[in-house]
């Protein structure tokens, strides 16, 4: 079992720039692809950005190509999201997952474990 906390959602005027983290803790963190997925209101959840177990292989959602970034502290067991030029439809509930790979994937049905979400409001 990997148990996620996101942390770190807020409310920010478009064009600020906020840092989402995710702790993980439970089986080896450092062996699980890491994915950031978000909701908004009425919307399915998507898929954000992803990175391999080791960092070196990371994948974005054309939206959000060159705004966002993801990364992961495998000693400290946290993945991290940082968003930059941020608009309003950006505006969802964040989600952490994990996936019992080394892989990452777009899709949310690979992965296993998920966070229980942080908000980001997105302000006009």
Known sequence: QVQLVESGGGLVQAGGSLRLSCAASGRTFSRNAMGWF?????????????????????YYEDSVKGRFTISRDNYNNTVYLQMNSLKPEDTAVYYCAARRSVGWSTSSKEYEYWGQGTQVTVSS
């Open 38 to 58: 978000r909701q908004a209101p009425g919307k399915e959840r998507e898929f954000v950005a992803a990175i391999r177990w080791s960092g070196g292989s990371t």
